[in-house]
């Protein structure tokens, strides 16, 4: 697995937004405590679940709407398995753009609205 710069095994990534409408690729947003951005990559979704496994458990944010219910539901399950907190939110309350990086910048702001970090 390659890690870009500032995109490394950061374990003090407290919040992460998910774009999983992407293929093959997934976007992720993540921030640290202090809100600073630490994680902005595109992943293939074949490494998703390595990816995570290494990370210190965090709190995960997912939008979706009903054709990628099934989809967030399955990653939902693989991502608790590994001590991760992960919200959904339906799509009708995070104004998603169709742009990967962004809609996942979206979800992790919309997911830190919601805890009120």
Known sequence: MR??????????????????RGLPFLHIHGENGQGQVVIDRKLPRAEMVTY??????????????ETFAPTVHYWKQKLEAYRHTVTLMASEYVRLHGHGKTD?????KALKQTMAL
């Open 104 to 108: 996942a910048e979206v979800i992790c």
């Open 3 to 20: 890690w870009g710069k500032g995109m490394g095994r950061n374990m003090d990534v407290v919040i992460i937004g998910v774009d999983i």
């Open 52 to 65: 995570f496994a290494t990370m210190s458990p965090c709190f995960i944010g997912m939008a979706f709407d």
